[in-house]
């Protein structure tokens, strides 16, 4: 008899949460103004909102915690971190950040000036946020596959050549200070990028003399996607494939609270100086001194950690497979989610779910709303809310794809919990013919509305 799968670890310790009845959720929602964001967590069953910074540290993670060096300037936890990330990444200046918007924030308040151009792979909120805010535009480079959630395309994150080089080829470089590629792409459902992609477009950036760098909040799943799915990568280490697809880059930031293990942190690594003085002096002004950036000592040791952690084999099975475990169940059930699964979330496909709620009562949105007063499962719209309004003509932009994201937090939950949630979808989607309108927002922030929006129910 074949042995079944079992996980790499051992639970040391638990945290209780609370059920709560349907009538409960239903007040509770309604307080919130239909913001699951606005919940408290003791509201919430099984809370999939996030998997950033919401995941179970290691043993090895906590006692690093204990010898944390907490120096203004110049700590050892800074060193010890400095010399992973140089290590896993290959990228030689290194910058802490308390997590990845801020990286973002410090790298493109160097780079990134009004009226710029920066393409890559469907852009996550807080990326186009930063980029927006500068008023520059965002363009979405990402393969079409990555639109249809039934095809099964094994690299559905990557950027299609093409389209990225009519951007290089409709405005000047001066225009375009970087091209981004998120690994892996979050808003087309946690889909990888190929190696041979990252090579490709690496080689068009170099023609055109454009910067390359990575959004790699989840590199080391998508070098697991990568060891799985791409000829020549079965026999290399999650640390070798990372190593390489970086060696193509120019820089990259991270929200270590993704697959650097730890609750709270980022970073931006670099190749260039001349970009690294820069970004000093932002980091500086925004985060902290250029040792600590944010992060408390103890932290940067967690991550360092971490880091090497994530690149493990055995723990990236351990995650890709708990996902693709809540995936197969859902498709059993015939839910209509994006395939193939990705590494950190399952995708529900809204526009099949509930096509019956019109897109502009935020259909996505609805069906996250619901999945909440059924089960007590949080979730998170990414879709039409998420989209934002154009910050031209204010008009609401309508994505290809409206979905709603179950990111399934690290060494968290059992699949005990994956079985609830599967089953509390199965229930909606049986009367899913029920569902004839959604909402309306009655108040939102004019960038990044999804977080604080107001909503009343049609």
């Known amino acids: 008899m074949e042995l079944p799968y079992a996980e790499p670890y051992k639970i040391k310790m638990v945290e209780q949460i609370k059920r709560s009845t349907k009538e409960q959720r239903l007040k509770w929602i309604k307080q919130a103004h239909y913001n699951l964001f606005n919940l408290s967590s003791d509201k919430v069953f099984i809370d999939l909102l996030t998997d950033s910074g919401t995941g179970a540290m290691s ?22 971190l400095k010399k992973t990330v140089k290590k896993i990444t290959g ?19 160097a780079l990134v000036k009004q009226g710029n151009i920066i393409p890559g792979n469907s852009h996550f909120d807080t ?47 001066e225009k375009i200070p970087f091209v981004i590629v998120t690994i892996t792409c979050n808003s087309a459902g946690g889909q990888p990028v190929s190696i041979q992609n990252i090579k490709e477009v690496s080689k068009l950036c170099k023609e055109y003399e454009i ?24 026999d290399k280490t999650i640390k070798e494939i990372a190593k390489e697809f970086f060696s193509y880059g120019d820089g990259m930031t991270m929200s270590a609270k993704k697959d650097g293990l730890v609750n709270m942190g980022g970073f931006i690594a670099l190749n260039s100086k001349e970009v690294f003085k820069q970004a000093t002096v932002f980091n500086i002004m925004f985060e902290g001194f250029i040792t600590y950036g944010g992060m408390n000592g103890r932290d940067m040791g967690a991550l360092a950690v971490g880091l090497n952690e ?17 995936g197969n169940k859902l498709v059993e059930f015939g839910v209509p989610v994006q395939q193939p699964f990705g590494g950190h979330a399952i995708f529900l496909d809204a526009n099949k779910f509930v ?16 999945l909440y007063i059924v089960g007590g499962i949080r979730s998170v719209e990414i879709g039409t809310v998420l989209a934002d309004r154009d910050p031209v003509t204010r008009e609401n932009r309508y994505p290809e794809l409206e979905l709603v ?54």
């Open 91 to 109: 990228f030689k200046y290194f910058l802490p950040t308390h997590q990845g918007r801020a990286a973002e924030n410090v790298l493109f308040s």
């Open 310 to 326: 994530s690149t493990e084999f055995n723990y990236l099975e351990s995650r890709v497979e708990q996902v693709a475990y809540l």
């Open 211 to 234: 910067l390359l760098y990575f959004d790699a909040a989840r590199f080391a799943e998508n070098a697991y996607f990568i060891k799985k799915r791409e000829l020549g990568y079965q």
């Open 355 to 370: 096509p019956t709620i019109p897109r502009e009562e935020y259909r996505a949105q609805a069906l996250a709303i619901e």
């Open 405 to 458: 994201r179950l990111a399934i937090p690290r060494r968290t939950y059992t699949n005990n919990h994956m079985d609830y949630i599967a089953a509390t979808l199965k229930n909606i989607y049986d009367t899913r013919k029920d569902a004839k309108s959604g909402y309306v927002i009655v108040e939102e922030a004019p960038i990044m509305r999804h977080f604080t929006a107001k909503y009343k129910k049609i």
């Open 127 to 173: 990326t186009k946020g930063h980029i927006e805010f500068r008023k520059a535009t965002a363009v979405d480079c990402t393969i079409d596959e990555a639109f249809d959630t039934s095809i099964i395309h094994p690299f559905k994150g990557n950027v299609d050549l093409n389209k990225l080089e009519k951007v290089f080829k409709k405005y000047p470089k």
């Open 59 to 80: 043993d090895k993670q906590w006692a690093e915690m204990m010898v944390g060096d907490e120096s203004y300037a110049g700590s050892l936890s800074f060193k010890k």
